[in-house]
């Protein structure tokens, strides 16, 4: 099972970024996908989570309203567009999954999911 992030990069504040998250076919369609980042000297934190169905979403308080987490099945990738960035939203962005889940799940503890990807940057200047 592989997980690899891209679309990570330098913006300037108040700008947009699309991350990209793609997943092993064998398990991406059946399984609850998440976010999570980690900025310098600090512990990593949740950024938002779906249902294999995309049916359910969540977020973190810091980035409600802000960013959107979507995914396509037929494309085994998760995404997460970020729009209205702030220097705050610097850190390495990871994509996690989920082995099994069930049709609702999410969940924003990291010890619930299985496989996570090597992440990608994101730097938002000022």
């Known amino acids: 099972v592989q997980v690899v992030e891209s679309g990570g990069g330098l913006v300037q504040a108040g700008g947009s970024l699309r991350l990209s998250c793609a997943a092993s076919g064998r398990i991406f369609s059946s399984t609850a996908m998440g976010w999570f980042r980690q900025a310098p000297e600090k512990e990593r934190e949740f950024v938002s989570a779906i249902s294999w169905n995309g049916g359910r979403t969540y977020y973190s308080a810091s980035v409600k309203g802000r960013f959107t987490i979507s995914r396509d099945n037929a494309k085994n990738t998760v995404y997460l567009q970020m729009n209205s960035l702030k220097p705050e939203d610097t850190a390495v962005y990871y994509c996690?999954?989920?082995?099994?889940?069930?049709?609702?799940?999410?969940?924003?503890?990291?010890?619930?999911?299985?496989?996570w990807g090597q992440g990608t940057q994101v730097t938002v200047s000022t």
């Open positions: 996690a999954a989920r082995a099994t889940s069930g049709t609702y799940f999410i969940s924003s503890r990291e010890d619930e999911y299985d496989y």
